[in-house]
């Protein structure tokens, strides 16, 4: 099944993280299709090993999509 969407060019590319410590410095990084799990890795737009137990530069970070909120305003008040 996966070489099947792989040949229809449904197959999710792979995405970089970084693991920040406390500090925010980088102490790993990952490049995998889901997020990995765990609170301390944070989307990044590449992977550059001078980063590497450096404090993560604030522009390599991806932003998270924005959710939806549940709750919907009400129209009229």
Do not use: Y
């Amino acid at each position: 099944m996966n070489m099947l969407l792989s040949l229809l060019g449904l197959d999710r590319p792979h995405r970089c993280f970084a693991r920040l410590d406390s500090a925010g410095r980088c102490q790993a990084f990952k490049q995998c299709k889901q997020p990995p799990v765990g609170d301390s890795w944070v989307e990044i737009e590449e992977i550059r090993l001078n980063w590497l137990h450096q404090v993560l530069p604030a522009n390599a970070r991806i932003s998270p999509p924005a959710t939806r909120s549940a709750v919907q305003p009400l129209l009229g008040l």
